[in-house]
């Protein structure tokens, strides 16, 4: 089993910050991506950003500039830094991981259950 937590959500006006945190614990060897998506009502889940174990993290276009991610290997767990908000980045936000489980050596991709970031205009 794995298991993905996720922390940091909440309310905040246009123009804050917030940092939400995911922690993977659970059967993993390792973890290949780790990454944030997103889910308004009415629309479709979309990346936000992703990271990988080694190299360059990917951004939406909608965020480059105001979010950062980052990652702690030896915590298995990712960060996103979300400075400048407005309302259009209200949604629920779910932390992704890419992995190989300790086992059987698997790879398959988990989710957390999502955490609700609202910004008030």
């Known amino acids: 089993q794995v298991q993905l937590v996720e922390s940091g959500g909440g309310l905040v006006r246009a123009g804050g910050s917030l940092r939400l945190s995911c922690a993977a614990s659970?059967?993993?060897?390792?973890?290949?991506?780790m990454g944030w998506y997103r889910q308004a009502p009415g629309n479709q889940r979309e990346l936000v950003a992703k990271i990988p174990s080694v190299g360059s993290a990917n951004y939406a276009d909608s965020v480059k500039g105001r979010f950062t991610i980052s990652r702690d290997n030896a915590k298995n767990t990712v960060y996103l830094q979300m400075n400048s908000l407005n309302p259009e980045d209200t949604a629920v936000y779910y932390c992704?991981?890419?992995?190989?489980?300790?086992?059987?050596?698997?790879?398959?991709?988990?989710w957390g259950q999502g955490t609700q970031v609202t910004v008030s205009s």
């Open positions: 659970g059967n993993i060897f390792s973890i290949i991506t």
């Open positions: 992704n991981a890419d992995l190989v489980a300790a086992d059987f050596g698997d790879r398959n991709e988990y």
